[in-house]
Every structure is written in C-alpha cells, then in structure tokens.
C-alpha cells in the first residue's frame, strides 16, 4: 500500500516533492479554476479548458477519464448518457533529473494537478475514475512502497538487445517478438538488474495507467489485459502463458483485469484533501489509443479508429483475432470482439518539428486535397518503425523539399495517409474484417483537408469522431467500472 507515502500539508512550492500538489480544497467552495503552481512552471501547468455547461442534477452521479498521451494529459467529466460537465488539459512540466526529464515526477504532478483542476462543485459527484497511458511504456516499481526503481521505458523506445532472448521462449511472430514490446523491456531490465546485482524480490512490472491508478487507490501491481497484451498476457484465456510463467522474471509481472474493473476506493487522504466523495472508486485503465476507440463509438465490425496524435494509431473493430509481429500488428480484446491494429511512429510528433501550430493552420489552407503530391516521404521523428513495418532502423525520408511550403505539407500530410493506407490494407491481407469507415480522433482529427487527402487515398469514408479525446473513452470505462457496462 502506499498511502503513508501521501499526506496533505500541501503548499505550491512542495509541488515538485509531494506526491500530488498542494492545495486542498472544500468542496462546498464556489467554481475556481488556478494553477497551483509556482509563475516558472505556469508555462507547462497551465489549464486549456473547462466546460461546466451541463447542471448537475440532485443525486446525479459523474464519472471522471483521465488520458496520459505522449505530449500531455487531459481530463473528461461526464454523466452515464455521456453529456460532458467539465474538461481540461495539461502540458507535462519537464522535470530534469541529471540529463534527462523525470517522467515520473512528471506524471505524478500532473496527475495531481488535474485532480485540482476539476471544478470543486463537482467533485463530490465523482463516482469512478479510469486512467489511459501510453502503450508499452513500462515502468518498474518497488510492491510496497511504489517508488520507481529505475527510469521508465518509454512507448516508444527498443531494446533490441533483448529481442534475441525474448524470441527464444515466446512463439514465432508472437506480439512481444518486438524491440518495443512491454516483454523486451522487462527483460532488458532484468538482465541489466542481474549483472549489477540481486533483482528486489519486491519488483513489479506497472504500464503507465496501473502507476498512475495506483496512486489513487493505494494497491500496486494490478494492470489491465490491454495494457498487459505487449508483456505476453493472453485475454483470449485470461492468463499469462506457460512459457512466459516459467521464466526466472515472471515474479515481476502484474496482477491483470479487464479493463473498467474496479480495483477500490480512491485513498481517503486523497479524497478528503480534493473533495472527492466516500464512494468514489477507481477502476483499471486502458491504453491511450483503445480509449480513443471508445470514444468514437465505433461499435461495429468493420469500423475503424484512427488517432492522429504524435503518433498514428489504428484500431479495426474485427470478429477475427490477428497477430503478427513481423508487422507490428496485434489484437485488443474487447468484449467478445477484437481490436486489430497497430502504431506507426509517424504522425503529428513530425509535423509540429517542422511547423508552428499557426504555420499549419495558415498553410492548409493553401492545399487542394483533391490533387494528389507527387512528394513521397516516410515522415518519422527518429529512427525506427513500429507499424506497419516493424524496422527499428528505418530511417526518416523528408526529402527533397519543395520551396513552397504548402506543397510540403502537403506531401508530407498525404505519405502519413499512404501510410495509414498501407496499414488498414495489410490487417484485411492478414485476416482481419476488412474495413468500411473510418473516424478520426486526435489532434489532426481537426484538420478538414487532411481528412480530405485521407478520404482520397484510403478510399473510404472518414470523419471526424463526435468524441475525439482519449480522455472521454476513458471515463466511458468508469461508467463501466461503476455499472458493470458501458
């Protein structure tokens, strides 16, 4: 447990040393919204927005969904028909420790932050939390106490160096047969561990999501199967398989739910300092792009979710399962149906490298999405793809560039939808239910002539999604986690 770790002598400046920042708040206060933080921080801690449109009735209760994306988190409030009562968004305070940011000082804050974020008049109404996080980003914590023992691996990250181990006990083109997986990263760590010392017998594989929840309701070392599927966890049969049990570090793998179960109430401290009410609960999460497939409500065979953050992300909903780790390509389980897809790391990380927001705006404007760019680029950050070519030594392609800077973006808007095409195309050649619409979410989900340049090369149907926000999907699992369905 870790509530002893937690208590509420809260002033802004401890905000970098509390385990949530500091102000706590009656909840019969009127509507405030501020930042907690000091004026250098207010730049990354800073409130996007709220909407308290929508009253709250007598007896009414809120379900809150937190989403913890590559850049960012948000925060929906939403009642059970899925009316929106309050949102919000935070950038991550970059935290440095030595030469690197401090993502767990970062989360953790930010975490907090959002807690404090929501209008105090309507957290007594409060009946469940989820969380979403990033997928396969790993991180590996100390059972009793909490406290991370090393520096987490990121989503995006490859340990190619324990690929060779892990394809010598998993099964040919199994989901964790990637340099990315959850399973290379517990095994880089463990070897790493081994050859410096003793592994804590106390260690605990957490996702992102399961950390962050834990610090709401005090239990370490539950996860949830989606979150879990990159470490070898199969949802098909609810447990982890043989081969994975008989490894020396399985010791360290999670406790796993479905996704929306509840796991407990939220820490008193934690209520009684924000104003949550008694029975709040908090349920296991999901990962950030499954709860942008939510959001959508893409509910039937066929339908397609593609988010458009810093990253590309495509869900199919399927009647068939289908992995293929040559590819990037794995099944979600939801309810009895699937979610085929995969994460390509192209996507809007590149576009915001080279151009302003503005910039975008303004030369979007200039495109025609009904000509196609003669351009041919394959758009990355770095070196690496995950999806749908698994190639950690693929290498960026942004050239040559024209002189025209719409034309630019434009080429490089319509090789991310060839992309997209090339990933929806190669789920049907692997079994998968074919596709026949497709919603957007995200943030590119906001740019009408890249949806048109997508409609163009796919070939189908797209739209934005009436909920694009991860963080909305994710309150739609504490609606089940508090009513047993969503």
């Given amino acids: 447990m870790v509530a002893s770790l937690y208590n509420c002598s809260c002033t802004s400046s401890l905000l970098l040393h509390q385990k949530f920042p500091s102000k706590c708040y009656n909840a019969r206060k009127s509507i405030s919204i501020s930042n907690s933080s000091s004026k250098s921080e207010a730049s990354n801690l800073i409130m996007r927005s709220v909407n308290t449109d929508v009253d709250v009735e007598v007896g009414e209760k809120l379900y809150l969904g937190m989403d913890f994306g590559t850049s960012g988190a948000r925060y929906a409030l939403i009642n059970k028909a899925g009316e929106i009562h309050a949102e919000g968004k935070r950038e991550y305070p970059l935290y440095m420790s030595e030469d690197r940011v401090d993502w767990v000082k970062s989360w953790r804050a930010t975490l907090f932050c959002l807690l404090e974020d929501i209008p105090v008049s309507l957290r007594p109404f409060v009946a469940s939390i989820s969380i979403d996080g990033t997928s396969a980003t790993t991180m590996i914590v100390d059972r009793e106490t909490g406290e991370s023992l090393c520096r987490p691996f990121l989503y995006n990250e490859s340990c190619p160096e324990a690929l060779a181990t892990v394809k010598e006990v998993a099964p040919l083109n199994h989901t964790v047969c990637s340099g990315s997986s959850t399973l290379c990263k517990l095994v880089s760590w463990w070897r790493s561990t081994c050859a410096a010392e003793r592994p804590p017998t106390s260690a605990v594989l957490l996702h992102q999501a399961d950390w962050l929840l834990s610090l709401l309701h005090g239990t370490i070392g539950v996860s949830d199967y989606n979150n879990a599927l990159k470490v070898g966890y199969d949802p098909e049969v609810e447990s982890y398989p043989r081969w994975l049990l008989a490894q020396p570090y399985s010791s360290v793998l999670p406790r796993v739910q479905a996704p929306g179960t509840t796991i407990g109430y939220m820490q008193e401290n934690i209520r009684t300092c924000y104003g949550f009410g008694k029975d709040c609960v908090i349920c296991t999460g999901t990962t950030d792009s499954i709860a942008a497939f939510l959001a959508a409500r893409a509910d039937r065979p066929g339908k397609a979710v593609t988010s458009l953050g810093s990253t590309l992300a495509i869900k199919l909903l399927s009647t068939t399962r289908v992995e293929d780790a040559r590819f990037g390509v794995y099944s979600h389980r ?116 890249w949806i048109a340049i997508r409609e163009r090369v796919l070939g189908l149907p797209v739209s934005r999604a009436l909920h694009t926000e991860a963080a909305y999907g994710a309150a739609l699992l504490a609606i089940k986690g508090a009513a047993g369905q969503l």
């Fill in 334 to 449: 939801l309810d009895d149906k699937w979610l085929v897809g995969g994460a390509s790391n192209t996507g809007g990380a590149v576009l915001r490298k080279i151009f302003t927001d503005e910039q975008l705006q303004e030369l979007s404007k200039r495109i025609n999405p009904a000509q196609a760019s003669p351009l041919d680029y394959y758009p990355l950050v770095g070196i690496g793809e995950r999806f749908p070519s698994a190639d950690p030594n693929m290498e960026p392609r942004l050239q040559p560039r024209p002189e025209n800077d719409a034309d630019y973006l434009h080429g490089i808007l319509e090789s991310i939808a060839h992309i997209e095409a090339k990933g929806y195309t190669l789920l049907k050649e692997l079994g998968a239910t074919p596709v026949d619409e497709v919603f957007t979410a995200g943030g590119g989900s906001r740019n009408e002539k």
